[in-house]
Nanobody, 115 residues
Framework: QVQLVESGGALVEAGGSLRLSCAAS????????MGWYRQAPGKQRELVAR???????NYADSVKGRATISRDGAKNTVYLQMNNLKPEDTAVYYC?????????WGQGTQVTVSS
């Protein structure tokens, strides 16, 4: 059974930092990519950052310079370090893992940034 277990969501003050973690288990195929998406109330889910098995990394323009995604391939774990958090970063953050055949999502972790 495939599981993506996210952790690290929190209530933080504007300007603060946090690190999200996502551990994937039960995936027997090579992961093409792992990434983080977020969904704020009333808005569509959007990409925050993703990292491909090749090492290529994509960031949303809104987090460039403030976010760093990294991956521990041996542990099938992906991390998202976010600094200088803003109230507009408030959302549920979802982990996503993609293989050649499948697409998996975590249950989400809440990040709330107070002004």
């Amino acid at each position: 059974q495939v599981q993506l277990v996210e952790s690290g969501g929190a209530l933080v003050e504007a300007g603060g930092s946090l690190r999200l973690s996502c551990a994937a288990s039960g995936i027997i195929f090579t992961l093409n990519s792992m990434g983080w998406y977020r969904q704020a109330p009333g808005k569509q889910r959007e990409l925050v950052a993703r990292i491909f098995s090749s090492g290529t990394i994509n960031y949303a323009d809104s987090v460039k310079g403030r976010a760093t995604i990294s991956r521990d391939g041996a542990k099938n774990t992906v991390y998202l370090q976010m600094n200088n958090l803003k109230p507009e970063d408030t959302a549920v953050y979802y982990c996503r893992a993609r293989t050649p055949l499948s697409d998996y999502w975590g249950q989400g972790t809440q990040v709330t940034v107070s002004s």
